[in-house]
């Protein structure tokens, strides 16, 4: 006999337990973020290495976008991409990315380079990507959930950065400024669109995997940065060491 699904309520709520078990808020490098207490260098290491992830979720976005053949859904998609990329040269979160980069005292063509990235940030971001191309679309879709609870994550931020930290303004602060409305109309879509689809047991079962495997590409991110830039120190050979690619 086949399990039963969950009713749809309960599913959402399901996939919402996960976010507050696991999302990366929990995490202590963010707890530390956002109350203060990093040093400067551990504010650029994670400002270095977060790059990598902004910079690979557009390329995420299209590798999805080339997989999907219902005008509808793509039409729904690109606007993450151009939330990214922008629309011309200096727009969009790629570029305000680089403008908490230059805030924070690290050379923007440095960060850009994508020199110096932890190999576990690079190993987690890059099966994100991987994860997103290959797996079916429900899957890809349900992974982008996390996003459901990153507004508190980026409303949390702000405030922390500006009450702790000199280089936090109107200029350092504008990524998460705009997360806080593309964020929620992204997500908006992408929960509809798999609670209408995955309807039965086995579906249900393997999109709360996709969201938990999400959760696990973050948190491996920030557990890499806490390693290699936290107490004890142990920077792995050819990542970035403090004093490198600064303005
Ligand atoms: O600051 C954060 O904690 C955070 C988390 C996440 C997330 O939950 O994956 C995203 C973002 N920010 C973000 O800015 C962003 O553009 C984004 C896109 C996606 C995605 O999976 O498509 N996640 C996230």
Same mark, same amino acid.
């Given at each position: ?125 890059? @099966? +994100? =990507?991987?994860?997103? &191309?290959?797996? #079916? ?7 982008? *959930? ?81 390693? @290699? +830039? =936290?107490?004890?120190? &142990?920077?792995? #050979? ?7 690619? *600064?303005?």
């Amino acid at each position: 006999m086949t399990a039963r699904p969950d009713t749809r309520e309960f599913f959402e709520a399901r996939l919402r337990a996960i976010g507050e078990e696991r999302y990366h808020d929990r995490h202590p490098f963010h707890q530390r973020l956002h109350s203060g207490d990093c040093t400067p260098d551990q504010v650029r290491a994670w400002v270095i290495n977060r790059y990598y992830y902004q910079s690979r979720i557009p390329m995420k976005d299209a590798a999805f976008m080339s997989r999907v053949s219902d005008p509808a859904l793509r039409r729904a998609w690109r606007s993450r991409i151009e939330d990214h990329d922008g629309r011309a040269p200096g727009e969009g979160g790629i570029a305000r990315w680089l403008k908490l980069a230059e805030g924070v005292g690290l050379d923007p063509d440095y960060v850009a380079s994508e020199v110096g990235i932890l190999p576990a940030t690079r190993f987690a971001v890059d @099966a +994100y =990507v991987r994860f997103v &191309r290959d797996e #079916p679309l429900l899957l890809a879709v349900a992974s982008s *959930l996390t996003e459901l609870f990153a507004p508190k994550i980026h409303a949390d931020r702000i405030a922390g950065l500006l009450k702790h930290y000199e280089f936090a303004n109107e200029t350092t602060i504008s990524y998460f400024k705009h997360r806080l409305t593309e964020a929620p109309q992204d997500v908006a879509f992408g929960l509809a669109w798999v609670l209408d689809r995955a309807v039965t047991k086995a579906d249900q079962d393997a999109a709360a995997r996709a969201l938990i495997f999400k959760t696990e590409v973050l948190w491996a991110q920030l557990d890499a940065l806490w390693s @290699a +830039y =936290v107490e004890p120190s &142990r920077i792995p #050979p050819g990542a970035w060491q403090p004093g490198e690619g *600064l303005l």
